[in-house]
């Protein structure tokens, strides 16, 4: 979770799925992942005690009730991606200065069971066997509860402060590290992906932390002190639900953005089967293989997408005739085609949010590596990447197409060319991506595929119709 609504397709994508997998029952890989999680807290507690004994002695009472308001307080989540987070630190904090810590992880993983049972019959129903997933989020526990084992299980002081701080750094390891493994194993997300995530929960744990000392140290001198942390998690409540409606807000307008696109697409294809169809929608398939070879992020995968498909959008406001002409155009008639990457970036900045973005680099999709292209004569990095991408991927598209002037020109030919105009005009990092993607996933000879209205005169792929 960040500071800021999310902006990333990845963490837009588990969002939205995070109701339909809660409702779900585990797949027998997230079953084993669990079980064996699980497990290993368990087996993790069996050294500690037979390590270092029980240390302390609490009531039955007092256990009761720190499970109980543990339960209440961790009712207070914040959407983190394929998780979430809430303000159990208040609670936890205490428990580790009142339970055994040998015994903290299975008596915190009891009390996130005992949170989740009102989901088993709420609006948003939990399946039941999903109750093993909370209690193996007790990992975080494991590492505090060496930490203050160690230690000689110390009171809940300021002096104690070392202590105290050596478990809040061996909580955040474990809980980091066991959500990289787990969710790794059993959603395929990306550690890295993870990990940006873990960070939002660490750093509300490291706020919340100083104010759970606070309430163990009051709970040295009347164990009723825990229940006043219940205002504060009421508060937190609030804000919780706040954000929870904002994301689901935002997750709206993102889903926006991609049908005004695809409209937008329809549009054009409708204005031009070729142009908007065939030349698009293929141009798009191949500037995705390229932006996964060049492993670009989420974000600048889906910026490049939407590019790719509207790229040509500005070719709207140029007159058919001028379009649809065989043959060469007239010097006038190519000032009015040369506008189209400018035109394209002022009808997607009316849309605004990401299709801002997204007309920045349509508006770049006839640069040139060495400055010579248009509308601004952008040099090499100043492209942005995703312009750099469509441009190669318009060129090879439309050297190995069939045109109103010109049949399509072999593979062996277009590829030939791509490299000679390397790397005055294009990216070579690109190309070389280029034709790994089209050697591998395309007709080494296509009669005819997607194309763009770039051609080939005189031995130089050049501007004629541009996609």
């Known amino acids: 979770m960040s500071a800021t609504l999310p902006d990333d397709p990845?963490?837009?994508?588990?969002?939205?799925?995070?109701?339909?997998?809660?409702?779900?029952?585990?797949?027998?890989?997230?079953?084993?992942?669990?079980?064996?999680?699980?497990?290993?807290?368990?087996?993790?507690?069996?050294?500690?005690?037979?390590?270092?004994?029980?240390?302390?002695?609490?009531?039955?009472?007092?256990?009761?009730?720190?499970?109980?308001?543990?339960?209440?307080?961790?009712?207070?989540?914040?959407?983190?991606?394929?998780?979430?987070?809430?303000?159990?630190?208040?609670?936890?904090?205490?428990?580790?200065?009142?339970?055994p810590p040998a015994l903290l992880p299975p008596v915190v993983g009891v009390a996130a069971v005992l949170q989740?049972?009102?989901?088993?019959?709420?609006?948003?129903?939990?399946?039941?066997?999903?109750?093993?997933?909370?209690?193996?989020?007790?990992?975080?526990?494991?590492?505090?509860?060496?930490?203050?084992?160690?230690?000689?299980?110390?009171?809940?002081?300021?002096?104690?402060?070392?202590?105290?701080?050596?478990?809040?750094?061996?909580?955040?390891a474990c809980d980091i590290g066991a959500a990289i493994v787990r969710e790794r194993l059993r959603t395929g997300v990306a550690p890295a992906l993870q990990l940006r995530m873990m960070s939002m929960v660490a750093s509300v744990d490291a706020a919340l932390a100083p104010v759970g000392l606070l309430v163990a140290m009051a709970m040295e001198h009347e164990t009723a002190a825990l229940v006043l942390v219940l205002p504060l998690a009421a508060l937190l409540m609030f804000f919780a639900r706040e954000r929870e409606v904002r994301i689901q807000q935002a997750l709206q307008l993102s889903g926006a953005y991609r049908g005004t696109a695809l409209l937008m697409g329809d549009v054009l294809e409708a204005d031009d089967a070729y142009t908007g169809g065939e030349h698009s929608q293929g141009v798009v398939a191949m500037a995705i293989a390229v932006g996964e070879t060049l492993a670009l992020d989420p974000r600048a995968q889906r910026d490049l997408e939407f590019a790719a498909l509207l790229h040509d959008i500005g070719k709207l406001r140029i007159p058919n005739e001028i379009i649809n002409k065989p043959g060469k155009l007239t010097d006038e008639e190519w000032e009015i085609v040369r506008r189209h990457p400018a035109i394209g970036q002022e009808m997607l900045e009316r849309v605004g949010g990401r299709l801002t973005e997204v007309g920045r680099i349509v508006r770049a999709h006839h640069e040139r590596m060495d400055g010579n292209g248009y509308p601004d004569g952008l040099v090499g990095e100043q492209i942005p990447i995703a312009a750099r991408i469509i441009t190669a991927c318009d060129a090879y598209s439309a050297m190995t197409t069939d045109r109103s002037y010109r049949r399509a020109l072999p593979h062996s030919d277009a590829v030939a060319e791509l490299l000679r105009c390397t790397p005055a005009q294009f990216d070579p990092r690109i190309v070389s991506a280029l034709l790994a993607v089209v050697e591998t996933a395309l007709p080494a000879e296509p009669a005819g595929g997607v194309g763009d209205e770039d051609g080939v005169e005189d031995g130089v792929v050049h501007d004629t119709l541009l996609a």
């Not at 079953?31 to 069996?46: D, H, M, Y």
């Not at 005690?49 to 009531?59: D, E, I, M, W, Y």
């Open 10 to 99: 990845a963490v837009e994508q588990l969002l939205e799925t995070n109701d339909a997998r809660a409702a779900a029952a585990l797949r027998r890989r997230d079953l084993v992942v669990e079980l064996v999680a699980a497990a290993s807290l368990l087996a993790v507690t069996g050294a500690l005690v037979a390590g270092f004994g029980l240390q302390r002695s609490p009531s039955a009472l007092v256990v009761a009730l720190l499970v109980v308001v543990y339960a209440i307080v961790g009712r207070v989540q914040f959407d983190v991606g394929a998780g979430f987070t809430s303000p159990s630190e208040l609670i936890f904090v205490p428990m580790a200065f009142v339970l």
């Open 116 to 172: 989740r049972f009102p989901d088993l019959l709420g609006p948003k129903r939990t399946h039941p066997a999903r109750l093993l997933l909370n209690f193996a989020d007790a990992w975080y526990a494991i590492g505090p509860a060496v930490v203050l084992c160690a230690a000689g299980a110390p009171s809940a002081a300021l002096r104690h402060w070392p202590i105290f701080a050596a478990a809040l750094v061996a909580q955040f």
